[in-house]
């Protein structure tokens, strides 16, 4: 009896999949990490699904294996990833079995939801709705593997020796914040659509070779400082957005 057509699928096209499970494992591990009180490891883990989150779209890209289901299956990886992981390390890691318990859950719980948001409207814009999430050469809001590393600037504070310097109303402020940025639509930097000047390329080689090193021999203090420089890129996104359209 001969086979459907559509019965057989090419390796090839199972490789992005696989790829996001990989990402799906690294957050189970960051979990995993977070709940004995590795938070170094479960920071690395993090680090590896943002990593594995950029490689899959790109194979996927490279491979022509682009489906439904791989979008499907990333929009689900990028929630518990960036969404849930995030938060479940925070929740551990400054509040935990303390009297500010409530307020960190609460945060985290802000977290995962704008987090939700965004991929919902995500998916949306895949399929052609109104909603978008890019525009000129911006994202609308902070995307979520952003929205993870933002987030978790009072973990990279307190690798960094700040442990003592604990402010946990500030902080759950401040994760709430960086969620609601996730479903605003203020626009920013994307990296992928950037361009420089020629003249300007050995000086983008040279920040990428610092930023490296700098990941590799401080870690936490790169993160901080990057963090602090999108945020910082913010207001000239948006201002450079709005000349665009009155042009």
């Known amino acids: 009896m001969t086979e459907p057509a559509n019965s057989r699928i090419k390796l090839r096209h199972m490789v992005p999949s696989i790829v996001t499970v990989f990402a ?16 170094e490891m479960a920071l690395y883990c993090i680090l590896l699904a943002v990593f594995l989150d950029a490689a899959d779209g790109k194979l996927a890209r490279f491979l022509d294996t682009a489906s439904p289901f791989g979008a499907e299956l990333d929009t689900l990886a990028d929630f518990f990833n960036f969404g849930i992981v995030p ?3 925070l929740y551990n890691t400054l509040y935990i079995n303390t009297a500010y318990a409530s307020i960190g859950w609460l945060a985290t719980l802000v977290l995962a939801v704008c987090c939700a948001l965004r991929l919902a409207r995500f998916n949306l814009s895949l399929h052609g709705e109104t909603a ?3 525009k000129d050469d911006y994202f609308v809001g902070v995307p979520a593997p952003a929205l993870a590393c933002l987030a978790l600037m009072p973990v990279f504070m307190y690798l960094n020796g700040f442990e003592n310097a604990n402010f946990p109303v500030l902080q759950a402020l ?29 000086y983008a080689v040279m920040s990428a070779v610092i930023l490296v090193v700098g ?5 936490w203090t790169t993160l901080i400082c990057v963090n602090l420089l999108y945020l910082a ?8 957005q709005r000349k665009s359209l009155e042009s």
């Open 174 to 202: 401040y994760i709430i914040c960086i969620g609601f940025l996730a479903v605003s639509t203020v626009p920013t930097l994307s990296i992928k659509h950037a361009s420089i000047k020629r003249a300007h390329l050995p």
């Open 215 to 219: 990941l590799m021999v401080y870690p």
């Open 132 to 134: 978008t999430l890019k």
């Open 87 to 89: 938060g479940m390390l």
């Open 233 to 240: 890129s913010m207001p000239f996104t948006y201002r450079a």
């Open 24 to 39: 799906i494992c690294a957050g189970m591990t960051s979990v995993r990490m977070s709940l004995d009180g590795r938070i």
